[in-house]
């Protein structure tokens, strides 16, 4: 008590004193901040949770982001999570949100998961839209690619999508995970109708005679 009151009387008297413990409260506010901010942002933290441990890892640890010859991996931030910092602290903030559903359960079985996934990917597809594919084109630029080292498909699709100025997640929604049954469906469904080939978006394949449920 004695040493907080000497401390008061002091910095109310030097106000050079009262500058400098400012400082220096401001630089452990700022560096517990960051830290905070980088703890929940590595791979460990995100699958912390068994709902993203037990879905979506899973599925991601099977795809070319996970493992490849190059051996460079992308984790979940670097796909999730933007790299400024001001868009970076906005996400956080919007993550909250994924703390309720967390409290009440929204997806704590694989039935529920299941059930929301459209849901949940499409709010990622519409980020993703809106921002052009930001965290795609942190690593990936379609302005950058040699496509004549491509093989001819994807060759044909990236010169396609910078003509119609498409952006990445146009084409690549299932990249690093399953797509929602749902979506798989209504895709097919419209493909159908337009008349849409196989090999469009599955290298090799050529749709022959009538289309059925097992071609899926």
């Avoid at 500058?19 to 942002?41: K, P």
């Avoid at 359960?105 to 980020?127: M, Y």
Wanted: proline share 2%; net charge negative.
């Amino acid at each position: 008590m004695r040493f907080r009151s000497w401390l008061v009387e002091q910095v109310s008297a030097t106000p050079v004193l009262l500058a400098a413990v400012l400082f220096v409260a401001g630089i452990i506010f700022w560096g517990a901040f960051n830290w905070s901010m980088e703890l929940t942002n590595t791979e460990e933290f995100c699958i912390s949770c068994h709902e993203m441990r037990e879905n979506v890892y899973k599925e991601y640890r099977q795809s070319a982001h996970y493992s490849n010859s190059a051996g460079v991996r992308a984790t979940c931030p670097d796909c999730h999570v933007p790299k400024s910092w001001i868009d970076k602290t906005a996400r956080k903030v919007a993550a909250t949100n994924e703390l309720y559903h967390k409290v009440i359960g929204s997806i704590d079985t694989r039935e529920k998961f299941v059930n929301k996934r459209l849901e949940l990917a499409q709010h990622v597809w519409r980020d993703m839209e809106a921002n052009d594919s930001l965290e795609c084109r942190n690593c990936h630029e379609l302005s950058a690619m040699n496509t004549h080292q491509q093989n001819s498909f994807a060759s044909q699709a990236h010169l396609k999508a910078q003509q119609q100025e498409m952006t990445c997640i146009d084409c690549h929604k299932g990249v690093a995970h399953n797509l929602p049954e749902e979506f798989l469906s209504a895709e097919h469904t419209r493909f159908q109708q337009e008349g849409v080939e196989c090999s469009n978006c599955h290298e090799g394949l050529r749709h022959e005679g009538e289309w059925s449920d097992e071609e899926w």
